[in-house]
């Protein structure tokens, strides 16, 4: 699994409405280390969506982007093996969920035999498996964001981009989908950033909390040392209840 190196990378583009440049990182410097996972917290505009998406190959930068010391601009987005899940669960509503957790496999030209045995053990971990025949619309909000989730992690990624992917779901729900989340998060393996608002889900999903503001770093701690921190920006987030 890589190590993911930013160093002094700027995203800027202009606003369509206000004409003005937007820089949502500026000169970033961060490195996020293999096999390892990061929860980012910030206020909104803090740049968090977009350094998920400079990794994920979607934004264009200034500076350098580097995978185990390999130069991203070397790497195409599709050969980066990387899972993005985002807050909208862009199922195909005409496939049901077999064929939702199939489709990355059937593109990748998998065998009917390798697709069928990972389908199915995927499900048996996401408890989706009395599932497999119905369509989104009659899931609700907590299987369809596992269905979303299985659906990405079932190519084993190297890198698992998170961007508050419960933050559509009501309070109660958003609670037990993240605490499942976390139990699983820690079996992966993989190189993982969980983007979110909430100091208790960062605690839950990452062994270390990032904090970004205006497109920088401000704050990087372990998950413990963040826990008793008594720095103002880890006091303003701790205690926070979900948004």
Known sequence: MPTIAFQHVTVRFTDNKSKKVVMPLRDLNAVFLDGKSYAILGKSGAGKTTLLRTVAGFEPYEGDLFFDG???SEIRSKERN??????EYALYPFLNVFENLAFPLKAMGSSKAEIMQRVKAIA???GLSYLLTRKPRYLSGGQQQR???GRALIKNPDICLFDEPFSNLEIPERRRESAWLSSWMH???STTLYVTHSAQEAYAMAENIMILENGKIALQMTREEF???SHPLAVAFKGEEYD
């Open 82 to 87: 990387i899972a993005y899940v985002s807050q």
């Open 147 to 149: 269905v979303a989730i």
């Open 187 to 189: 079996s992966l393996g």
């Open 227 to 229: 826990m008793v921190s």
């Open 124 to 126: 048996e971990q996401l």
């Open 70 to 72: 390999v130069n991203a």
